[in-house]
């Protein structure tokens, strides 16, 4: 797939601060969207919040929709890798959900609106930027389900569960807290994630509530 962001400049000079001239308007593109919505946002709406002309923002990408795939790129970043490393450091089944739940809340501290715009407006993305963003999205779940189905194994989680839909009730429970997380003061992600990792577990572990030997 062709990339839609413009070619870089060809010095080091010019391209470090291409790079950083990059970096300010996507995140006001991310602001701009998640602020008015795909729909309701213009490339002028993301010129004025930089105080640029509106034809500046063509050196850096194509066009609104370009712009949105970069968003919804920045969106789902780290999200694999993070993943991977919880379950390559292992531990318990608890110290590992914590972890794994983090791992997707914390965009929330990094770069909230980013993930509101992958949220909401993925689907306005073209056919094969929704099917590359979605292999990482599926890598990303199997991933989860795995964690899940490793617990079974064990002996941790029951073993009636249906992996699959645990998988989907964990991001859908981290996946609705970028809609209210920002109004809510005093609660640390860290604290979030331990509440969201008690409630999954609490549904998943054996009824004696056994802990073998982790995952």
């Given at each position: 797939m062709q990339s839609s962001?413009?070619?870089?400049?060809n010095t080091a000079a010019k391209a470090q601060k291409?790079?950083?001239?990059?970096?300010?308007?996507?995140?006001?593109?991310?602001d701009v969207f998640a602020e008015k919505g795909y729909h309701g946002a213009s490339?002028?709406?993301i010129a004025d919040r930089l105080g640029i002309r509106?034809?500046?923002l063509?050196?850096?990408?194509?066009?609104k929709e370009s712009a949105l795939e970069?968003?919804?790129?920045?969106?789902?970043?780290?999200?694999v890798q993070g993943i991977e490393a919880v379950l390559e450091i292992g531990g318990s089944v608890e110290t590992q959900m914590k972890a794994a739940v983090l791992n997707h809340l914390d965009p929330l501290r990094t770069r909230p609106t980013y993930v509101r715009v992958f949220l909401r407006d993925r689907h306005e993305l073209p056919r094969e930027s929704r099917r590359k963003i979605g292999t990482a999205s599926r890598r990303y779940e199997g991933l989860l389900e795995g964690m899940f189905r490793a617990g079974v194994e064990c002996g941790d989680f029951r073993a009636d569960l249906d992996c699959r839909l645990a998988t989907l009730a964990l991001l859908g429970m981290c996946n609705a807290a970028a809609s209210w997380y920002a109004n809510e003061s005093g609660v640390s992600l860290e604290a979030?994630?331990?509440?969201f990792a008690t409630l999954i577990l609490s549904g998943a572990r054996t009824e004696s509530g056994h802990v073998g030997k982790g995952i």
């Open positions: 962001r413009r070619a870089l400049p291409y790079q950083r001239r990059y970096g300010e308007i996507i995140d006001a593109a991310a490339t002028k709406d509106q034809g500046s063509y050196y850096y990408f194509a066009s970069e968003v919804c790129q920045k969106g789902v970043e780290g999200f979030l994630a331990s509440n």
